[in-house]
């Protein structure tokens, strides 16, 4: 267990309807980063947060887009969604930017 | 767009037996590391090696890097049903942020 918890399991959708992925991190890690993780494939990277503010962006759309909190939980909204979007969703967190990440279960998105 | 590319994309070995994963990569790194998923769920992270060190051991895990070659590999010694899974590196860019980039991973399975 690593301690990072992510919800709902799974969801499924319709595509142009809009979504909303958490994550609670570990106390004390401030850093998060969430991946998208197409059937077959590895992780990709969509964004990172540090204590709040986003730290770096991937190769996604702004139609992807993420909010920290100070309480160590994390979002990740998607609106106007596309049948690609479907994925495992993965966030990961750490105690700082160079640490080891550690992931959470994922969440499943389908969208129809 | 995905650094790493392992090789084979899929093993298959008998119990007791050592399995052996290769991983390439394109651009100068910070670190690598090594991550196991089961089942497509979260990932949990094995071993990290850094661009200056050349080989870790962790239990029946060894991780040797080249950096001259730009590859790694990831030796399982004794091989056990448990580990099936797919195993994927994930590189740190150096001067870049920190964000993990995968390869597309090894299936290994395992027979009893």
């Known amino acids: 267990e690593t301690g990072v918890t992510q919800s709902p399991t799974h969801l499924i959708k319709t595509r142009g309807q809009q979504v909303t992925l958490r994550c609670s991190s570990q106390?004390?890690?401030?850093?998060v980063s969430w991946y998208q993780q197409a059937l077959g494939q590895g992780p990709q990277f969509i964004f990172q947060y540090y204590r709040e503010e986003e730290n770096g962006r991937g190769n996604f759309p702004p139609r992807f887009s993420g909010l920290q909190f100070p309480n160590y939980s994390s979002e990740l909204n998607v609106n106007a969604l596309e049948l690609d979007d479907s994925a495992l969703y993965l966030c990961a967190s750490s105690p700082n930017l160079v640490d080891t990440q550690y992931f959470g279960p994922g969440t499943r998105l389908t969208v129809l | 767009s995905q650094q790493g590319e392992e090789d084979p994309q899929a093993l298959s070995i008998q119990e007791g037996e050592n399995a052996t994963m290769n991983c390439s990569y394109k651009?100068?790194?910070?670190?690598l590391q090594w991550y196991r998923q089961n089942s497509g769920r979260g990932l949990v992270h094995l071993i990290l090696?850094?661009?200056?060190?050349r080989e870790k051991h962790s239990g029946r895990l060894r991780v040797t890097l080249d950096t001259s070659k730009k590859s790694s590999s990831l030796l399982i010694t004794a091989s056990r049903a448990a580990d099936t899974a797919s195993y994927f590196c994930a590189t740190v860019t150096q001067g870049g942020s920190e964000k993990l980039v995968f390869g597309k991973g090894t299936k290994l399975t395992v027979n009893p």
């Open positions: 106390s004390g890690h401030n850093t």
């Open positions: 090696i850094r661009s200056n060190e």
């Open positions: 651009t100068s790194i910070n670190n």
